[in-house]
Structures are given as structure tokens and as C-alpha cells.
């Protein structure tokens, strides 16, 4: 008894810190498969649309290279499971993903199972990692019980016990339930007004039992107390991981999930999970990364339009929030600056690419895991009012200003240290000085200027003693300059109508 427990206690830390995780210093750009590439020639154009458009995993692995050569070294893809055939209140289709009809199949539309391991394969042998979306909190759209009975198997049983079923009445069928009033409560809208966005789930605030036992909408929500539905989802998990050669998978909606069933779910996985966790609150967002190895940082996401919007102090807010808030391990904190479900950056900001570049640079340079949401290096693509655009119909071109902008980044990344394996890939950067209009912060030997003043507003110049001159900084990036501050104190930047982020290296 006494020798096994010494021998856990000495080897535990030991195993853990022998296998240090492979998507530290990752650099990652996320598509909807669906929108992003296709192998059939001259799609039609697709904006506004709710319907599947044609991108497929053969065409994604045609433009992998495009991927790569931005730098990029892993992409995440979109649920690739089988989607429901019918359509949702909206009359939407499943094209993105997050409506299953059936975990163990792999949507024709994208290519099937074959498809799918084509594409792991050759992401693979670009040394890319290979991450996917996965949804275990719900199914499609139910609307009655003859919705129920498509489903196949357990997740098809007439009488619903697979399903979340608060406030049924006894004796009532799963129709009645249903299609009766007030039906099954919505998770997002019936919990109280003390969720959104800071969730206060102290008693008679925010109930978390809607929250996590409730519907997402007209979304089927699975019931994972239920032993069967449990085992079904940590089997499917296991199988996906093996059978695609996944290394992450980005798990939808957890904050919906109960958290000892999303435990088990990232045991089963047994790899790297960036969990969906949409709040203000960086308490309640760090206690699931006791659950999920990882956690896309809304926190600090939500609020970035209105910081480059605003002062720069926020920033320094934000920041200072998140190193306090108790996470796990900041590094493998999902970073971005938009995705799917809002509006891209660009628009949030006027279509001001200036700020756009800053917004960026912030998030590839700072510590966490950087994602890149597809397109982002094409204006016309960033800046559409659609944000899921079938990015044939504007070309794969990256020798923009975006583009270049996140080549310099990711070249930078690798260069100094901040990429996978590097020298200062688990080093938090510096708050070196922060003004209203200028945040800076060093990382190994980077420093790096970010401003919200804008394109076209007369460019500036600041001072920051906090910096130490040393032997010198050299401007890597952005149209700018840097030079030693008067009496040799510390350092002035200055930059031009473009209002560029500056990088500089010691
Ligand atoms: C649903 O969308 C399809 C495809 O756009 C369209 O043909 C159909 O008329 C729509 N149905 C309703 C009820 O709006
Ligand atoms: C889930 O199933 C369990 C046991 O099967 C049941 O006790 C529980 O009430 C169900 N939860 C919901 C939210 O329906
Ligand atoms: C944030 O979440 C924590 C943990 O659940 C909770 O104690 C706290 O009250 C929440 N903060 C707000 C402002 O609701
Ligand atoms: C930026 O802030 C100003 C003033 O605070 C506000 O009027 C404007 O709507 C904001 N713009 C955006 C894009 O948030």
C-alpha cells in the first residue's frame, strides 16, 4: 500500500511533464468545410445561403498548401458528422456541422468516411495537426415524435429517454411533450435572466439545471446522465479519434454539458479538447479547463471589438483578468478574433483593416493557441456581412495585406521561438506599457506594439519607458519606427497614417 501510493505521487508529475502537449505553440486556421473549398469546378457563388453550397474535404485538401504556406500548422474543420435531412424552424440546413443525425457516419456531402481520412492523411503530411469539431451536447432539430423516430438506434427510441425531458408530464409521450406548451425549456433563454453573459448560478439566479438539462433551441438536447446515451458518445468519441487519426477536437456548446459527463468525454478522447464556453465570466470559463484541456477564449474574444474601439487600458484589463482567473494552463487557451457564429472582426470595426492587423497581431504573439478564422486574409471575404461565404467565388489569394500580415506572424511564431517546441512557447508575454492608444508587450526576445488609433487617422507616436532599449530593437513588422526614447531612456514608436502594429526584436 505505502509503495504503491509513493510510486503514483513520484510518477504522475513525471509522466505529465514528459509529454508536454502537441498543440502548444500551435498555430491554427479554422474552416466550414462546407464553404471553404470544393472539388466540383465552378460552384455557384454562395452568400445568404442556408443551404449546403458544395465545399467538400477534397477540396480543402487541394488548397492545404494555401493553408500552409500562410504558415498555418493545424486546421480545425467543422462537424464532419451525418446531418439531418429535414430543415430547423428557420428552414436551415445541417451544411455546418452542428446538427447530427447519426455520430457513427460521415456526411456524404463533405465525402464520407473516406473522404475524411484522405484529408487527415494529408494534413498529416504536411505536419499539420488535425482537429475537429465535435457536438455531444445535442442532435439535430426535433420537432415532434416523428422527428424522434429518424434518428437511428438509441438516439431513435420512440419514448425518449435519450433525450433531455424537463417538466414532462407523466404519462405523456414524447409528441405530447414536444409539441405541447410549454415544451421542452431553451437552455439559452429559460434559465433566468442571471445567465447570459456572466452566469450567477448562485441559488434563485441562474438555474443551471435548465442550462445544462434544457433544449439548445429546437436542438434535441442528449440526456448523458442516461447510461446508454453516455456510453454511446464516449464509444463514438474513441472512434472518431482512432479511425480519422484526430489530434484535437473543438467540442461544441460545453457549457451546456453536465461537467462530470464532459470528464469522462475528454478521458475517452484521450487527446487535446477546446471546449465552447461562451461567457463574459473568466471565473466560470477557467473552472472548465478542469474538465477540457482547453477553452476558446470568449472572455477575452467578446470584448476585443469594443477594446479596439476604445482604450487600451481595457486590454491591459482584460489581460490581467484572465492571468488571475486560475486557469489550468493559459497556453492552451484558444485564441481568435471572430468565428462563425458572429460577425467578423472587420465589420465590428468598420472595415478598418488597421485595426484589423492589431487585433491579430495581439492574438498570434500573445500566449494560447491562435486560430484564424478562414478568409480573414481577404477583405472582401472579412468584410462581408455573410460571415460563412463560399470562399470560391473570391479565390484563394494571400498576397494581401492580411495575408502577408499572418505570414510575418507565423513566421515570426516559429522564428523566435513561440511555435511548437520552441524556446518560449509556454513564456507569457510582458506587459511592457499601455497608453490610450498603445499596448505593448514583450514575449522572449519579441516586442511588439499594438494601437487602436485606426487607418486614416493621422498615425502617432508614444514613448514608453518601460521598455528596455538594450542593444537595440529591430523593426520586424509594420510600417513604422522605433527608436531609442530621449536621454536614452526606454523607447518611442511611431507609426503612420496605416496605423500598423509594430513587431520588433531585441
Ligand atoms: C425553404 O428553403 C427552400 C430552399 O431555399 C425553398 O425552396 C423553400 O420554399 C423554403 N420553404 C419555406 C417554407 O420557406
Ligand atoms: C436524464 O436521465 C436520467 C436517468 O436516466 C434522469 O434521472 C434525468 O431526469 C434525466 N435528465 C433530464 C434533464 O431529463
Ligand atoms: C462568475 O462565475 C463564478 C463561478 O461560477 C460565480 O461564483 C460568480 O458569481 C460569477 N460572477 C458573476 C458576476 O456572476
Ligand atoms: C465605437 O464607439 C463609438 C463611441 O463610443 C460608438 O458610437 C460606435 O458605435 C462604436 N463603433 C463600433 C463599430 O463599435
New binding site residues.
Partial sequence: MFLSCTFLLFLLPYVISSTPNPWIGRSIYFVVTDRFASSYPNLPSCIDSKEWCGGNFDGLITQLPYIADMGFDAIWVTPPVKQVGWRDDYNGTGYHGYWAQEFTEIDEHLGGPEGLLRLSEAVHELDMLFMVDVVANHVGPVHGGEDVVKFKGILGREGGEQYNTLGRGEGESMDEYIKGTPGPPNAMTDAGEECWPYYDFEEGKCDRNIVEGGWFGDLADLNQTNVEVREYLLEWIRWMQESFKVDGFRLDTALYIPRDFLDEFQEAAGVYIVGEVVTYNFTLHSEYQQHLSGVLNFPVTEKL??VF??TMSDLQALVSESRGAGYVDRNLLGNFVDNHDGDRFLR???GDVGLLKNALAFVMLSEGVPIVYYGTENSEVAGNEDNRVGMWEFGYDSDTEVGELLKAMNGARKKFGLGWGGEYAETEMEVLGVEEDWFVFGRGELVVFINNIGRGKGGGKACFEGVKWGEGLKVIYGEGSVNEGEGGIGVCVSVGEEGDPIVAAR
Fill in positions: 471589438g469594443a474601439n476604445g465590428k470595426v468598420g
